[in-house]
């Protein structure tokens, strides 16, 4: 093998590393958009269950 074969080699394999890591760091970026979505929904449910106990709690006269 002459020495621009192991060049084109050495940069095709690299050009393949690149691709992997953006591809690794749209996923990362992705999950972490993601990621706040679990605190907020259990706020939200929460909030849901403290309103339905103070209508429950009014509707029996406490």
């Given at each position: ?40 929904g259990g706020m939200v449910a929460g909030a849901a269950l ?13």
């Amino acid at each position: 093998m002459n020495l621009h074969e192991k060049i084109a080699r050495i940069d095709r394999a690299q050009e393949e590393t690149r691709k992997f890591a953006a591809e690794q760091r749209a996923f990362i970026a992705k999950d972490a958009r993601t990621l706040w979505l679990f605190p907020i929904g259990g706020m939200v449910a929460g909030a849901a269950l403290f309103g339905a106990g103070m209508a429950f709690a009014k509707l029996i006269g406490a």
